[in-house]
């Protein structure tokens, strides 16, 4: 009897253990194939930001958000034309023209940007300057779901311009990386934007405003500037309006093909970025708005963070 009792418990143990071999496997199989969140420690606010150390791998939460404007309605910054140098979201008809001199005001303050993912992908986007060492572009510029995360080289090149040899102001990369956790664990499209820290410095950049009250800027006349791949490495422009807002989005009638994520949307009235271009949207394969991140009260704020 106690040898039956013996043998029953040894079998018990062995199968447990299998069991457990089994478990094991299975969780070290899933956690090498699922997308490792961007914090797996704990669970940040929400809008959280979040930057990158491209030369260490360091990240930080909220670095930026210890700012706060003035408790005002609406705040703008001035842009600053400093060395001039002299001489598929397409709504409707194709108007877009060809910038043929990018080293003049506020060409010379817009980037051609080429970010390198983990996993060896390369994209192109768009970016402008917002002070001599800060460029304001999309979130999927500096963070890529699909690539493996935060980019290990972001390239950014102002004023680019035809067979992307003519560089009149040089080269820059990218020393910090910021996003937010909207963006980088969930891709919300509302929190689509990426500040990029830079190693050289400018003399030309944009100024940047925002206006709580977001109606105001419904039929709004604007303009946005960018590097779309069809166009090569030529820069185009297009001015249309802004045909609906909310608090974090604006919809515009400008047209935009890939390479112009991350460009700004400018006001024709003050010349200064109320927005940045973040995707079309189609229906039934027709355009008929395209979609940017507007600048509001708390992105101004972290905008700023960078500056001061």
């Not at 039929?219 to 609906?244: C, E, H, R």
């Not at 919809?251 to 935009?256: G, H, M, R």
Request: proline letters at 3%.
């Amino acid at each position: 009897m106690k040898k039956k009792i013996a043998t029953i418990i040894k079998r018990i143990v062995s199968f447990g253990l299998v069991l457990t071999i089994i478990i094991a496997g299975t969780n070290v199989y899933a956690a090498e194939n699922r997308e490792n969140p961007v914090d797996i420690t704990e669970k940040q606010e929400y809008g959280t930001s979040i930057t990158y150390d491209v030369e260490t791998g360091e990240i930080t939460y909220g670095a930026d958000q210890n700012y706060i404007h003035e408790d005002t309605d609406s705040a703008e910054t001035d842009g600053v034309n400093g060395e001039e140098i002299s001489p598929t979201g397409i709504i409707g008809p194709d108007d877009r023209i060809a910038v043929s001199n990018t080293t003049v005001y506020p060409y010379n303050a817009i980037c051609y940007v080429e970010s390198t993912f983990p996993d060896g992908t390369v994209r192109r986007g768009t970016g402008s300057l917002v002070y001599s060492t800060v460029m304001l572009t999309s979130g999927d510029m500096v963070y890529s779901h699909d690539n493996g995360g935060w980019a290990k080289v972001v390239t950014v090149i102002p004023a680019l311009n035809s067979d992307g040899y003519n560089r009149p102001y040089g080269t820059a990369h990218a020393t910090k990386l910021t996003s937010n956790d909207e963006w980088a664990n969930n891709k919300n499209v509302l929190w689509d934007w990426g500040i990029v820290d830079l190693d050289t410095s400018f003399n030309s950049w944009l100024g940047v405003s925002y206006n709580n009250n977001y109606t105001l800027y419904i039929g709004l006349k604007a303009s946005t500037v960018g590097y779309p791949k069809n166009k090569g490495f030529q820069m185009w422009q297009d001015t249309n309006s802004i045909s609906a807002a909310g608090d974090r989005y604006l919809k515009t009638l400008c047209d935009i093909e890939y390479g112009d994520n991350g460009a700004p949307v400018m006001s024709l009235d003050s010349g200064k970025i109320v927005g940045i271009i973040a995707t079309e949207h189609l229906e039934n394969g027709v355009c008929y708005y395209n979609s940017a991140v507007r600048i509001n009260a708390d992105l101004y704020n972290r905008i700023q963070a960078h500056i001061q």
